[in-house]
């Protein structure tokens, strides 16, 4: 059974960093893209960070050069490092685990997401 679990999301103030970390069982975690999405009241989800299976990285703009994803295959674990957090970051932040098989059938999770809030 997948299980996908975020911790690590919490209150800090504008310009604090928070630490995600998100602990995966139940698949072949290194065969997967990890990315970390969130979504605030009243808007769509959004992806954040992604951390391809061969180690490549993307960001959304909006966080690039303040958020660094980090997957480590041996503890089938992906992390999301947030620096110089704003306000507008506040979210309910979740992992995702996704990949195609070579069949082509599209496999994709979810964790239940961490509560970021970004407020003096």
């Known amino acids: 059974q997948v299980h996908l679990v975020e911790s690590g999301g919490g209150l800090v103030q504008p310009g604090g960093s928070l630490r995600l970390s998100c602990a995966a069982s139940g698949f072949t975690f290194s065969s997967y893209t990890m990315s970390w999405y969130r979504q605030a009241p009243g808007k769509e989800r959004e992806v954040v960070a992604i951390a391809s299976a061969g180690g490549t990285t993307n960001y959304a703009h909006s966080v690039k050069d303040r958020f660094t994803i980090s997957r480590d295959n041996a503890k089938n674990t992906v992390i999301l490092q947030m620096n110089s957090l704003k306000p507008e970051d506040t979210a309910l932040y979740y992992c995702?685990?996704?990949?195609?098989?070579?069949?082509?059938?599209?496999?994709?999770?979810w964790g239940q997401g961490t509560q970021v809030t970004v407020s003096s």
């Open positions: 995702n685990a996704a990949t195609w098989s070579p069949n082509y059938h599209y496999y994709d999770y």
